[in-house]
């Protein structure tokens, strides 16, 4: 089965490595010759556990490769994913340009070998199944084969022979069929999301479309394969259960879950706010409510909010799409609105401690939106940074995996990086803790302590044990604690 992924952001490179470890060939296209040209060389543009060792395999068996050409790409194969960026305009809406782009491309390429799929893997608006086969059928119209033989079929009925022996249609449908397949990964345990997923979704208006889809996932709907070093198979994971529906629903599914999600955290958030005030630990809170077998324990983890490019991008256009049919969302809006006031947390809670903000020096334990990624998009801790520096504070920042990125991606950040969490602490007044880094839950608090002016520290993530950084002689401060 042969498969083109366009797009090799986070979502399309893994996807692709993925499906070429299953055995399927894949190429992955992308307009950035640079990049393309960096994963030839075996060096992927993201950090991802395990993603390097799959892309190396897959190109040394022939089942993985990249490249710049859409067409021959999209000639060469069966099953089409769309997987470009969908970031968000000002208004919240999604930036659908590039699919735009893309799915008209795919249309000027396509040719009569075969019925292609064609697959918005892409976080799109509801609707987009539709609008995407209609941009598809304009790239036709620049299609000067398809064009031609459409001319042909013309010719070839005028005048128009007896119905009897008159030729079937020649139609769009009988070329491609567009389908909604989202994604659910998450960054930093990526691939484990792909090879055991909760669930796979599929939304077409066709059964061919739903039958090559689970052709294509079938190892992993049956779990047959044989698991990756990286990422062994979860014991109870025996089979993945399928979801097949119409392509709006497909689309909601993946909005409705990630506002779900981001909903879950906002409200952890709003009740740690109050467990503040009444004096009751949210951690402690949500241990006991989170066991109620209609809730679960998980995100649920208080702290100073949820970033990275999914949550705030789909809650925003979820809105969008809402407004857009007259419907005012305001669960949705307040869960953005918490989070966005939860970012003020740590500078508050350093107000509240110190005092004085400016002339003092504060260090950032974590850059990334979350661990296991070098992801920086919507991250607390440059929203941080630039309150603290705006407040007159000099801002040092540790990360394992995301210096280098944040250095890159936002050198207009007043940041000075340090080498280790204990470099980070020399001369500090304060420490945050704003990413939960496993490296970070057992620090060296004595040695913190030896080098630090003073000994606070705020603990945005309920990440450390208050009772042993108070030992150490730490002023200690949580988040809902």
Request: proline share 6%; aromatic share 6%; with cysteine.
């Amino acid at each position: 089965m042969e498969v083109c992924v366009v797009g090799t952001g986070y979502v399309g490179l893994v996807t692709g490595t993925c499906l070429a470890y299953l055995g399927r060939s894949v190429v992955c296209v992308d307009i950035d010759e640079r990049k393309i040209q960096a994963l030839r060389e075996g060096q992927s543009p993201i950090y991802e556990p395990g993603l390097q060792p799959l892309i190396a395999s897959g190109q040394q068996r022939g089942m993985l490769r990249f490249s710049t050409d859409l067409e021959a790409s999209v000639r060469e194969s069966e099953i089409i994913f769309i997987a470009v960026g969908t970031p968000p305009l000002p208004s919240g809406r999604a930036n659908l340009a590039a699919v735009e782009a893309v799915a008209r491309s795919i249309g000027r390429a396509l040719d009569w070998e075969r019925r292609r799929v064609i697959v918005n893997k892409s976080t799109v608006p509801i609707g987009s199944g539709n609008w995407v086969e209609m941009l598809v059928k304009e790239g036709l119209s620049e299609n000067a084969a398809y064009q031609e033989r459409l001319a042909l079929a013309a010719r070839a009925e005028s005048p128009a022979p007896p119905a009897s022996r008159r030729l079937p249609a020649f139609r769009p449908e009988d070329l491609f069929l567009v389908a909604s397949n989202p994604e659910f990964l998450r960054e930093g345990s990526a691939i484990a999301d792909t090879f055991y997923p909760d669930r796979i979704v599929i939304g077409a208006s066709e059964a061919h479309a739903t039958e090559r889809l689970r052709a294509l996932y079938e190892p992993i709907i049956e779990q047959t394969f044989s698991p990756p070093p990286s990422a062994p198979r979860p014991a109870e994971c025996a089979a993945v259960p399928v979801v097949t529906t119409d392509l709006a629903s497909a689309e909601m599914i993946k909005y409705a879950a990630n506002a779900f999600l981001a909903t879950k955290i906002s409200f952890a958030n709003e009740i740690a706010n109050i467990c503040e005030r009444v004096g009751a630990d949210i951690k402690e809170v949500v241990r006991g409510f989170g066991l109620d077998g209609r809730i679960g324990p998980q995100f649920l983890n208080a702290g100073v909010g949820w970033g990275g490019s999914c949550f705030g991008k789909d809650v925003s256009a979820l809105i969008d799409i809402a407004q857009e049919y007259h419907y005012e969302p305001a669960l949705l809006r307040s869960t953005v609105e918490v989070n966005r006031r939860q970012r003020q947390v740590a500078v508050q809670k350093l107000q509240e401690t110190l005092k004085i903000i400016k002339g003092k020096t504060i260090g950032l334990l974590g850059l990334a939106f979350k661990p296991e990624t070098d992801d920086l998009r919507d991250a607390p801790a440059l929203e941080i940074a630039r309150q603290l520096s705006d407040m007159g504070a000099r801002v040092k920042a540790y990360d394992p995996i995301a210096v280098e990125a944040c250095r890159a991606n936002y050198p207009e950040l007043k940041l000075e990086y340090a080498a280790s969490a204990a470099a980070l602490a020399e001369d500090c007044d304060a420490v945050v803790v704003v990413t939960e880094w496993d490296e970070f839950r057992h620090l060296d608090l004595c040695q913190l302590a030896e080098v630090m002016r003073a000994k606070v520290i705020i603990d945005g993530r309920n990440v450390l044990d208050r009772e042993a950084v108070e030992q150490a002689g730490f002023v200690y401060r949580g988040v809902g604690r």
